[in-house]
């Protein structure tokens, strides 16, 4: 894995595991990106994310830097 140099952008893939979650029209999804493991291991027994990130990390979304969440839609 390469490091990236001091105000290198790159293009960032961030997957989501999938979960069982119904939304209706009106709801709010509040999606949260942190470098820390914020919900613990997936499974017990397991230890969670443990990251070496250093830094300050800036996710750029809009305009030139186009950005979306893709869901399925299950009917």
């Known amino acids: 894995m390469e490091k990236l ?3 290198e952008i790159i293009e960032l893939d961030i ?3 999938p ?3 119904v939304y209706y029209a009106g709801d709010t999804l509040r999606v949260m990106i942190s470098s820390k493991d914020e ?3 997936v499974m017990p027994g397991t230890p969670g994310c443990i990251t070496n990130n250093k ?3 800036i996710l750029h979304t ?3 830097y186009a950005s979306y ?3 399925p839609i299950l009917k």
């Open 19 to 21: 979960i069982g979650m």
């Open 62 to 64: 809009g305009g030139k």
């Open 69 to 71: 969440l893709q869901m």
């Open 15 to 17: 997957v989501l595991s």
């Open 5 to 7: 140099s001091e105000g």
């Open 55 to 57: 830094g300050i990390h």
């Open 39 to 41: 919900i613990g291991s």
